[in-house]
């Protein structure tokens, strides 16, 4: 009965900038670690980044240096700050909630962002 608010995703030209945002209302939102998936048509679901209910990140090669993930606890919000984009950055995104206490996942929806000239 969570319903998952994702936003942000565009189109945007290569070298360009989006930030994408996920919030989860009504969960111990401090009991989570967040994370951002994504998959293009044809590849495999990626883990981009992903941070923990204590704020330590893991990016994915792929976007190190120019992807920063973070989350305010007090809005239950998970942000994906996007820089220098890359054609290759084109995927559907999906923000992920995972509690650390119980067996227990919420996903958005998924959000494309497209980078094209």
């Known amino acids: 009965q969570v319903q998952v608010v994702e936003s942000g995703g565009g189109l945007v030209q290569p070298g360009g900038s989006l930030r994408l945002s996920c919030v989860f209302p009504?969960?111990?939102?401090?009991?989570?670690?967040m994370a951002w998936y994504r998959q293009d048509s044809g590849k495999e679901r990626e883990l981009a980044a992903r941070?923990?209910?204590?704020?330590?990140?893991n990016y994915a090669d792929s976007v190190k240096g120019r992807f920063t993930i973070s989350r305010d606890d007090r809005k239950n919000t998970v942000y994906l700050q996007m820089n220098s984009l890359k054609p290759e950055d084109t995927a559907v995104y999906y923000c992920?909630?995972?509690?650390?206490?119980?067996?227990?996942?919420?996903w958005g929806q998924g959000i494309q962002v497209t980078v094209s000239s």
């Open positions: 992920n909630a995972d509690s650390r206490t119980v067996d227990r996942q919420f």
């Open positions: 009504g969960i111990r939102f401090g009991l989570y670690y």
């Open positions: 941070i923990s209910n204590g704020g330590r990140t």
